[in-house]
């Protein structure tokens, strides 16, 4: 049974001008195996064009070498993309019916520590026995017998300490290949948990300062994030001031004289200011309002909490 696992949305894109994002193509690699045979696809990453997915016959129609033996080039009958598969940010490799390296790309290389001279023509499991010795081979013959990509992760048994996810698929050609694409996930994965915390953390002393507004603000003075009582206090919601210059807030007067960039440059050359002073609010009034900020020198961020003062 086809694959069926692209998103409607990527897929009517596809349709239209046949690209897709890198990431949406490792996910559904193998609705794209029936894709390409419409014609070639282009993988973009962060809107840039960065490698061609063609089908087989059209690499042959463009003069792609046929398989040689195997270890003699980078990766015979893939040779002529090679120079895409070093330009993929995840690590690439090519098995061959006997479990032989095909193809290696630059990622690989790095993830394995070793050079893919020294990989390609030799089995897997002998070239790196810690893999040779886990399921990972039992894994490898399903995808090849039932034709069907399998996605998964993986504790890695070369480097400790990292997470990977795994894309294996069989490659549509008639020398029974599987490919291999992986990512390092388990730094995303502890970012995400340590996010979740700071978020908990932000949310609990939030609670506990009943009337304070917060306003995180980049080195460029606009509003990345806007939270506690802010839009309570100064009536523009979120999706209003995200994006938006912190100088909407100040008064006319305020700006001529630039209080605001003075209390921003204040609180990165101390670390932290205060300051007292008028701001204006949506509906044009002005509130007296004392701000504490903090500047965060690994983010390059200033940290906003505001209150209103006491008529």
Known sequence: MPHRGLKDSAFERLRLD????????????????????????????????????????????????????????????????????????????????????????????????????????????????????????????????QGRPRRMAWDSLIRDGRRLELNIFPIPNDRGWVGVVFANVGEVERLARDAAVAQGVIDVLLSAMPGAAVAVVDSAGEVVDWRGAAAELFGWSA?????????????????????????FAEARRKGSADVTGPRLTRAGRTLEIACQTTWLAAQDVFVCVMRREAA
């Not at 210059?245 to 001529?256: C, F, I, N, W």
């Open 239 to 263: 999706e209003e001031m995200l994006g938006e210059p912190m100088e909407r807030m100040t008064p006319g007067t305020e700006l001529d004289q630039g209080r605001l960039w003075a209390h």
């Open 18 to 145: 046949r690209t897709i994002t890198a990431a949406e193509a490792t996910r559904n690699f193998g609705r794209l195996q029936e894709e390409v045979a419409a014609g070639p696809i282009t993988l973009t990453h962060h809107g840039r064009a960065r490698m061609i997915l063609l089908s087989p016959e059209q690499f042959g129609s463009l003069g792609g070498g046929e398989a040689g033996e195997a270890g003699a080039a980078a990766a015979p009958g893939l040779d002529g993309l090679s120079f895409a598969l070093d330009e993929m940010e995840e690590g690439f490799i090519a098995l061959d019916r006997e479990d032989r390296f095909a193809a290696v790309n630059r990622v690989a290389e790095f993830y394995f520590g070793r050079a893919r001279d020294d990989l390609l023509g030799r089995t897997w499991h002998e070239a790196l026995p810690a893999l040779g010795r886990s399921a990972m081979a039992e894994i490898i013959d399903s995808v090849r017998a």
